[in-house]
């Protein structure tokens, strides 16, 4: 695998989200179907509202229309909802569809809002990771990569959430490390600290050790048994972030990672309820690179094939 840094065109436009306006109805019903979508009960329109922290005026009125198309099934019995067979239509298209694609505008957003290279990595049976995808902003300068590029599991930032997924003991992760090369090694004291915090944290950061050059953010996506499926990385140039910004980035994609667990594989922790203000970013936390307490809930070298 080899980094190349690129110099985008200056002035190319890139997608923004700050001020947009979105609909509240709208968000509220979303609100309602994934919250009944996650149920395996019907549930009655006050526990709905509780849940959703909607009105009940406002959740009865939006699970009435939602019932008119059978997004939402009506018990007249027992005066309660549960997800309709409507939602299906929806789903149809993704169903047996590319997953790549399907992530792909997840990775699109992110590259937008931070303005960094983003990679999506295929975790293999063999513990490697595989470059599925990049996208990447206009008009700034970044690493590049190859697709299909391929590395230790347990390296760089990936690898140290991977790590935290797979629960291994400090002998088994030592045993691990001692395989692993790096630009500027960690000590393995340090490794194995910075895994222990992303079980916690559902991130890491790499900050020029993999490649001296690049600072890298990055989260697992997981299946309903919890093994890693998929990795999401952030990937800038060392220096052009902020520690805050590489934090929130980290975060940032650590959330999405946690939505593409849930809703493709129906793995990860539960999601709160989404902000009504159409509002996704978390504002960055306070600490070190590696060392970050959690809110609840709601030059680049160039050959790297000597790690494949």
Known sequence: ???????????????????????????????????LAGQSSPHGVAAIARATDLNISTTFNILRTLCKDDLVAFDAVQKSYRIGMGVLEFSAPLIGGNQVDVMRPVLERLAARHRVLIGLWQ????????LLDRVVDQGIVRADMSLGSRLPAYAGAIGRVYAASRDLSRTQLRTKFKTLRWDSAPRFEDYAADVMVAKTTGHARDAGQLFRSLDIAAAVVVDCSSRARFGISGITIKGQKTVPEMQALAVAIRDDARIISQRMFGGGP????????????????????????????PGARGAVSRLS
Do not use: C, W
Not at 1 to 20: C, D, L, P, T
Not at 123 to 130: G, K, M, P, S, Y
Not at 276 to 290: R, V
């Open 1 to 35: 695998m080899g980094f190349a840094v690129e110099n985008m065109a200056k002035g190319a436009s890139s997608q923004k989200y700050v001020g947009q306006k979105y609909v509240g109805a709208v968000e509220a019903a979303v609100t309602i179907l994934r919250y």
């Open 123 to 130: 975790i293999t049976a063999d513990e490697r990771i595989v």
């Open 270 to 297: 539960t999601l709160a309820p989404p902000q009504h203000d159409g509002s996704q970013l978390k504002p960055p936390l306070k600490g070190s690179p590696y060392h970050e307490h959690d809110r609840k809930p």
